[in-house]
Antibody, heavy 122, light 108 residues
Framework: EVQLVESGGGLVKPGGSLRLSCAAS????????MNWVRQAPGKGLEWVSS????????YYADSVKGRFTISRDNAKNSLYLQMNSLRAEDTAVYYC???????????????WGQGTLVTVSS | SYELTQPPSVSVSPGQTARITCSGD??????AYWYQQKPGQAPVLVIY???ERPSGIPERFSGSSSGTTVTLTISGVQAEDEADYYC???????????FGTGTKVTVL
């Protein structure tokens, strides 16, 4: 069974940093692109970042560019999101999601993890 | 920045047909995907590549594309289909992901 489990969320002060992790199992992690998507409380989905299977291609939403860094460790079947200079507007549930097809990127997202909540507040 | 526009809400009676549109300038060039999200749950893919249905998704879910608009159709709506629905695609360069504004489907 394909499974994605996020961790690392929590309460952080504005200007602080947090590192999210996503542990993958049940599929060949190194063959798929991976993605982070967030959802602020009561709001819609927002694409955050995508990384290709070999980390050759990395893309960010304008809202996080220069502050967030996506990375992956294919040996550990893990995806990461380093979040720096956090703002109140970064408060959201952060989901990791697998890319749709082997070798592609920025296509569909399936499946998704259950998400981890990040709260930025003083 | 690139945007995908959806109607905020759609209301439909059980057994009727719900249609949700998603408009964006790059849709003639980029595929669209649709997700269903129920309260407190992660999104679930219901349509990929404009009109393909993943395994396990009921046949009443279908997708279509015409110019700058894609449409998710739910035929014979059931109470369990009440949820938020989001379209997703990429900008014309294929380097920026984007989600639609979301549509709440209410089953009367």
């Amino acid at each position: 069974e394909v499974q994605l489990v996020e961790s690392g969320g929590g309460l952080v002060k504005p200007g602080g940093s947090l590192r999210l992790s996503c542990a993958a199992s049940g599929f060949t992690f190194s063959s798929y692109s991976m993605n982070w998507v967030r959802q602020a409380p009561g709001k819609g989905l927002e694409w955050v970042s995508s990384i290709s299977s070999s980390s050759s291609y990395i893309y960010y939403a304008d809202s996080v560019k220069g502050r967030f860094t996506i990375s992956r460790d294919n040996a550990k079947n893990s995806l990461y999101l380093q979040m720096n200079s956090l703002r109140a507007e970064d408060t959201a549930v952060y989901y990791c999601a697998r890319g749709g097809r082997i070798g592609s990127y920025l296509d569909w997202f399936d499946p998704w993890g259950q998400g981890t909540l990040v709260t930025v507040s003083s | 920045s690139y945007e995908l526009t959806q109607p905020p809400s759609v209301s439909v009676s059980p057994g009727q047909t719900a249609r949700i549109t998603c408009s964006g300038d790059a849709l003639p060039k980029q595929y669209a995907y649709w997700y269903q999200q129920k309260p407190g749950q992660a999104p679930v893919l219901v349509i990929y590549k404009d009109s393909e249905r993943p395994s396990g998704i009921p046949e009443r879910f279908s997708g279509s594309s015409s110019g700058t608009t894609v449409t998710l159709t739910i035929s014979g709506v059931q109470a369990e289909d009440e949820a938020d629905y989001y379209c997703q695609s990429a900008d014309s360069s294929g380097t920026l992901g984007v989600f639609g504004t979301g549509t709440k489907v209410t089953v009367l």
